[in-house]
Every structure is written in C-alpha cells, then in structure tokens.
C-alpha cells in the first residue's frame, strides 16, 4: 500500500507546479484523498481534499482560487495545481488517504515546494 507523491521543486514567487500523488497497492476509493503541507518550525496542516467520485474539491481559505485539486480515477492518481505562488507556499507537501471519520490512515513520503521571491 502506498501513496507517492512528487513533482515539487525549487520554483519563483507567481510561477506554477502540479504535484501528484499516485495510490497503489489497494482500492482507495472509499477515501477521501487530500493534501496537506508543513513548512519549517509549522504544524501540518490541511490544504484540501477531494474524493474518487467525482464530487467539487474543498479547500481551506488561504488555497481558494490559486490551488485546485483533481483527481483521474483512471490513474489512481490525485494531483494538486498551485499557481500565483507566494514564498509562504514553501513547505513539504503531503498527500493522505483519509476515512470519511476523518482517520488520516495513509501518507505520501511528501515532496518539497520551494518558493523563491
């Protein structure tokens, strides 16, 4: 079972990264996919999430209109689009496999997002 995530990088203030994180090893889709990120000396915290089944991503207040969240089922892959990013985005940048009740039961390796002013 594994959640891998990648494609984060060293990127300037107002640039764009996709990351992705790709599910294997079981069926995960009874859960709810999200993506969380911790930035140095800061407690994880969640940016968003979404589920397999094709309902509207939701995100917290500080990801609205800058990040979207996808999902292809056919890839068991989850991705999160960042754009107009800002040097507060750099953090390790986390996907989870959640229940419904909340349990973050599985964790991507994470990847770090640099974000140079």
């Known amino acids: 079972v594994q959640l891998q995530a990648s494609g984060g990088g060293l990127i300037e203030a107002g640039g764009s990264v996709t990351l992705s994180c790709v599910a294997s090893g079981r069926s995960f889709s009874s859960y709810v996919m999200g993506w969380f990120r911790q930035a140095p000396g800061k407690e994880r915290e969640l940016v968003g999430s979404?589920?397999?089944?094709?309902?509207?991503?939701v995100y917290r207040d500080f990801a609205k209109g800058r990040f979207t969240i996808s999902a292809d089922n056919a890839k068991n892959t989850v991705y999160l689009q960042m754009n107009s990013l800002k040097p507060e985005d750099t953090a390790v940048y986390y996907c989870a496999a959640s229940t419904i009740a909340g349990r973050h039961e599985f964790w991507g390796q994470g990847t770090q997002v640099t974000v140079s002013s």
């Open positions: 979404i589920t397999w089944t094709g309902g509207d991503a």
